[in-house]
């Protein structure tokens, strides 16, 4: 390359399947019936299962610990907001 030159990328265009390639993997499983799919459904749904991270016994303790602290203050800040709009409107109202 000289000074000045810029590297260009090659610009690749790549077609929209046609309704032709769409038949032809229709054809290619005959067996895609409700009961295949079903099967095929399992497999993949048995196959996220082993890729999830479980929690241990320990991290579900802690997780839960921190939900229902999170849960306790925003209600408890919720019931303050509450009570002070309810006293504003009480002196004003009557």
């Known amino acids: 390359m000289q000074v000045g030159e810029e590297k260009k990328k090659d610009n690749v265009v790549k077609s929209a399947p ?3 390639a769409g ?7 005959p067996s895609a019936g ?3 799919r079903a099967q095929g459904f399992a497999r993949g749904v048995a196959s996220e299962l082993k890729k999830v991270h479980w929690p241990t016994r320990q991290e579900v303790i802690t997780y839960t ?7 306790a203050i ?9 009570e002070a709009i309810g006293r ?3 002196l004003l109202l009557g």
């Open 88 to 90: 504003i409107l009480r």
């Open 34 to 36: 409700k009961v295949g």
């Open 74 to 82: 925003v209600g408890f800040m919720i019931f303050l907001v509450d």
């Open 65 to 71: 610990g921190v939900v229902v602290t999170a849960v």
């Open 23 to 29: 038949k032809k993997s229709e054809a290619k499983a």
């Open 18 to 20: 046609t309704k032709e």
